[in-house]
T-cell receptor, first 114, second 114 residues
């Protein structure tokens, strides 16, 4: 299997622009998690899905953030409008074994909002 | 609420020294899972180990060992005879059995000096 695939690897945008991050989980995994990593806050869970349904989005920082999972093989995290404080590395991870399972992480998207 | 504390932000040791990374957790559940992940300079997080709350046996895998003590709510990680390739950020994480979320500590950045 190719593992969790995230795109793009790097994104540089200007404040106010819309940003869309993409994730393809490992086939057969029914859990998908979006995390954000910053120096100050470490790894924060933003939202997770089970069988394409959002289960907990309490970590989403504000209404500018939204996430979707239209099918089992694709998820997006959108920021609109983007702000400089959104600059971070965004990771997608998938799992086949609920919250106590092993997470498989993608390579992350390094987002810089100027 | 669940919480993971990694008090050591950054550690530097000389190659071949032993090093222990501390992890203290908080949970109200009696059933939970603890994890360690490694994030090498390439950025992708890699699963190292998972323990459940009912198994307090220490575990050894090569140069890596883990000490789980419920009495002190700690799950420490020791690297014996450290090598430069062990340089990475190490994350401790916790998941409660009634929840699907995995919550991470802020990580410990480990530098192994040649």
């Amino acid at each position: 299997d190719a593992g969790v695939i995230q795109s793009p690897r790097h994104e540089v945008t200007e404040m106010g622009q819309e940003v869309t991050l993409r994730c393809k989980p490992i086939s057969g995994h029914d859990y998908l998690f979006w995390y954000r990593q910053t120096m100050m806050r470490g790894l924060e869970l933003l939202i997770y899905f089970n069988n394409n349904v959002p289960i907990d989005d309490s970590g989403m920082p504000e209404d500018r953030f939204s996430a979707k999972m239209p099918n089992a093989s694709f998820s997006t995290l959108k920021i609109q409008p983007s702000e400089p404080r959104d600059s971070a590395v965004y990771f997608c991870a998938s799992s086949s074994d609920r919250g106590w399972g092993k997470l498989f992480f993608g390579s992350g998207t390094q987002l810089s909002v100027l | 609420a669940q919480k993971v504390t990694q008090a050591q932000t950054e550690i530097s040791v000389v190659e071949k020294e032993d090093v222990t990374l501390d992890c203290v957790y908080e949970t109200r559940d009696t059933t939970y899972y603890l994890f360690w992940y490694k994030q090498p300079p390439s950025g992708e997080l890699v699963f190292l180990i998972r323990r459940n709350s009912f198994d307090e046996q220490n575990e050894i895998s090569g140069r890596y060992s883990w000490n789980f003590q419920k009495s002190t709510s700690s799950f420490n990680f020791t690297i014996t005879a450290s090598q430069v390739v062990d340089s990475a950020v190490y994350f401790c994480a916790l998941s409660e059995a009634g929840d699907d979320k995995i919550i991470f500590g802020k990580g410990t950045r480990l530098h192994i000096l040649p």
